[in-house]
């Protein structure tokens, strides 16, 4: 794939008089905790789910998707390396039938939850959060690709200059390697045009490094409808947003499977 990259001092870095304070070490990840409130359900929401592993220094969003319910399957699919966290799933999606058993809540297909902590080994543990999002302009496309912006940083390199975005598998820090992705990452929004993500994710950047000096920026986007990255960075520290876009691969799954006449099951 060709790209188009743009490299350019960030605008009006050298022009703030109080810079931001930039960290010496990676900014620590705060445990929240469940948070099972019903989503909303009106028609204009989609959904994604964000998944946060501090443990390995890892955030991610998957979706959008139309509803929750087609969430179930990839939620099922992270929860099950979590005993613990399984068994409280499991406890969502039943509900006491007045005779001392279990049966199937039903609401859960629609209501959800907000958060959900999968506890690990050792003190790890990964985070679920269920993103609800009002947008019609976007759910009036889907399953088409539509495009999704996040936002990473400030993200810390302890060890030297030179700042690279990834971690490798055990989350442990290597020469290069930028810290601080599952504490300093957020969802900024989803886009049906191109235009508008891209003017988002500009905007989510210059939130991000206003006020620090000495900052220089690169943008390397695909050509045509695809998406990129925006980086920004001086020495030590960097910031990123990502400009996702795929379509919306649970419904169009669904919609395949129903299609032949096949059952689309996620039940514990």
Known sequence: MDNDEVIMPFEGSSSKVNASPIPSQPLSYSKPVDDFKPLPTSPAYIFYLAVTAPHTDKYEVHGPAPSFRTLIPRIIDIASDSPAG?????????????????????????????????????????????????????????????????????????????????????????????????????????????????????????????????VARTETMGQGAEGGVMLAARPGVSWQVKVLYKGEVFRSAREAAEAEGKAVEWRL
């Open 86 to 214: 399984l068994s409280k799933l499991k406890s969502l999606c039943t509900a006491d039938d007045g005779w001392g058993g279990r049966v199937d809540n039903l609401a859960f297909d629609t209501e959800g939850f907000h958060t959900l902590i999968l506890d690990g080994q050792r003190g790890s543990y990964t985070v679920l959060q269920v993103l609800a999002v009002e947008n019609a302009e976007v759910k009036a496309v889907l399953p088409a690709p539509v495009y999704t912006v996040t936002r990473h940083g400030p993200l810390v390199n302890t060890l030297g200059p030179l700042v690279n975005t990834y971690t490798d598998e055990g989350g442990k820090s290597k020469l290069g390697t930028a810290q601080g992705m599952a504490a300093t990452s957020a969802f900024v929004g989803a886009f049906a045009e191109r235009k508008d993500a891209l003017e988002a994710a500009r905007k989510a950047m210059a939130a991000m490094a206003e006020g620090v000096e000495g």
